[in-house]
């Protein structure tokens, strides 16, 4: 298995469940990968899942400039290149009416999802091996709207606008640049997503959730690492610009 023999790969949210797991692939397909997220015993942990060789990790937190220039810095002194930007790092909010939302919840999710992904293309991208592929975890969330999401959802739709810009901007030195739109995953983060819904609700979300879904359960966490490889290898050699969903036809 080599389809990313050779590369370095960078994860954002490197310590969550579709982190991990794409990690897992990339290392398994032969790539390199540095893992970031903000918490050390999680990224410890993860690492331990990949080979000792093969693997790097740092806490940063994505909002600020100087951490994602650090982590650039030191993926490029320990393998030398980078070819792969996977822009996974995420955060729930609330779920609130417009005029309860707070501004500080706002704020952080589009620090976190927009401006991490920014932040991570902007100082990762001109130090990239050409030909290699930027990929944004966005959501299904970022292909509608839902009263209430007031932050989540404008930070996902947001982070499509980004890939489309970043898509052209990269294409003449054979870039790709995607979102990936996972629908409800089984996982702790949308456990926490649920358990606000389905107050809201007065029903449970995740039953709510799969009855939306044609193939009528939560996708695992590999079958979104599995689309993310995809976009990540050359297989996807004339894939840019896209919304890769994986949401098992809610979305259809």
């Known amino acids: 298995m080599d389809a990313l023999a050779g590369k370095v790969c960078i994860v954002t949210g490197g310590a969550g469940s579709?982190?991990?797991a794409s990690a897992r692939l990339f290392a398994a397909e032969g790539a390199c990968v540095m893992l970031l997220d903000l918490d050390?015993?999680?990224?410890?942990?993860?690492a331990r899942q990949l080979p000792a060789d093969r693997v790097a990790w740092r806490i940063a937190d994505l909002r600020r400039a100087v951490d994602v220039q650090e982590a650039i810095d030191a993926t490029i002194e320990k393998w030398g290149r980078i070819d792969v930007l996977f822009s996974n790092a995420g955060n729930p909010g609330v779920i609130a009416p417009l005029a309860e939302f707070p501004e500080s919840v706002f704020d952080d999710v589009f620090a976190v999802h927009v401006k991490g992904a920014f932040l991570l293309c902007k100082y990762g991208l001109p130090r990239m091996s050409d030909g290699g592929s930027v990929?944004?975890?966005s959501s299904v969330a970022g292909l509608r709207g839902d009263a209430g999401v007031y932050a989540y959802i404008p930070a996902k739709h947001a982070q499509v606008g980004l890939m489309r810009c970043l898509a052209k901007e990269a294409a003449p030195r054979r870039i790709r640049v995607n979102t990936i739109h996972p629908g409800p995953t089984r996982n702790a983060f949308q456990v926490g997503i649920e358990e606000q819904l389905s107050t809201v609700l007065g029903r449970d979300a995740g039953q709510f959730f799969d009855d939306l879904i044609p193939l009528g359960r939560h996708?695992?966490?590999?079958?979104i690492a599995r689309a993310v490889l995809f976009l990540a290898s050359d297989a996807s050699s004339f894939v840019t610009g896209t919304t890769l969903v994986v949401d098992g036809g809610m979305s259809a």
């Open 40 to 46: 050390a015993t999680e990224l410890e942990n993860a």
């Open 219 to 223: 996708a695992e966490p590999v079958e």
């Open 18 to 20: 579709i982190g991990r």
């Open 135 to 137: 990929i944004i975890t």
